[in-house]
């Protein structure tokens, strides 16, 4: 499976952009917008987003988020959707939030998303309901034993 995020507006404090699945180039599927920190010439703890680029994702089946996600999401939970061998960066994962405060680097995927040129922090909405939509195949395709990848992309 091949993801990519495509960021499209850069702010302040915070990286506006869209996932899709681009694993059938014939047919490439939106899957969500995206919140992530926002971009530094140097790297800040917590406050920065990770460099454009392609990596692997695998299912990360320990740390304090996996057990709150398996609580919040007992039907689905396998483990953390962990973006892996980003240079100078660690614990990437794919998960809810609604703004950069609820980013350490990890990329946040909702189903709705406010201009963070406007709104300070940048926005996104129905971020449990998209992740529980978006998580499954996913998953499922790490679980087959398929290699996951996510490319992103700068466009902002």
Do not use: W
Not at 28 to 47: C, I, P, Q
Not at 80 to 94: A, G, S, T
Not at 129 to 143: G, H, S
């Amino acid at each position: 499976m091949k993801l990519k995020v495509i960021r499209i507006s850069s702010g302040e404090d915070s990286t506006s952009g869209v996932l899709f699945d681009i694993t059938n180039p014939d047919n490439k599927k939106f899957l969500a917008y995206t919140l992530e920190d926002e971009k530094r010439s140097e790297k800040v703890m917590h406050e920065t987003r990770i460099p454009a680029g392609e990596y692997k994702i695998i299912l990360r089946t320990h740390g304090g988020t996996h057990p709150r996600y398996a609580k919040r999401f007992p039907d689905i939970h396998r483990g953390m959707l962990h973006v892996i061998d980003v240079p100078n960066f660690k614990y990437i994962l794919i998960h809810c939030g609604n703004d950069d405060e609820d980013t350490s680097g990890c990329l946040l995927v909702g189903d709705t998303q406010k201009n963070n040129q406007v709104e300070e922090n940048g926005f996104i909405g129905g971020s449990s309901k998209n992740y529980a939509r978006i998580y499954p195949p996913i998953a499922a395709a790490l679980e087959a034993g398929e290699e996951v990848t996510i490319k992103y992309v700068d466009y902002a």
